[in-house]
């Protein structure tokens, strides 16, 4: 596996996260941040940012790596917004935790939810994912 498909799998395990809590009827949104404005950001949407090179891991045995990611969450700020954070925040850790049923070589994820922040009427809710894996 390499760093391209860890961060597929992370962005893929961060949507289903909700579609399975909801049955499809609400998702998250995985876009590219370079080119987009936040205040055109669709309800829910989320980027991943490499916060650094994947670090070698020393294992004797093979190529091992750990990679971070900030993962934040946009949403447009509303009334009940808090209850939906929280519950997206849950989903999201709950989720990530389970990233090695994706693949033999992803070993394993973990998610801390921050505190969210309001900015430009949005609110955004900063995740720091961690993400150890095999390297082909």
Known sequence: MNAEQVRAAVAAQVEASIVSRNQG????????????DTQMLPE???????????????????????????????YTAAAGIQDRI?????????SVYSIHTQS????SGDAVAQSPTELDGNVILPVSIVVKYRSN
Not at 25 to 36: F, G, I
């Open 86 to 94: 929280a519950d997206d925040a849950q989903a999201i850790t709950k």
């Open 104 to 107: 033999a070589d992803l070993w």
């Open 25 to 36: 009827r609400d998702r998250l949104r995985h876009v590219e941040m370079s080119q987009r």
């Open 44 to 74: 829910r949407a989320f980027k991943l940012s490499l916060l650094g090179p994947p670090q070698r891991l020393d294992y004797s045995q093979c190529v091992a790596y750990r990679v971070e990611y900030d993962c934040e969450v946009f």
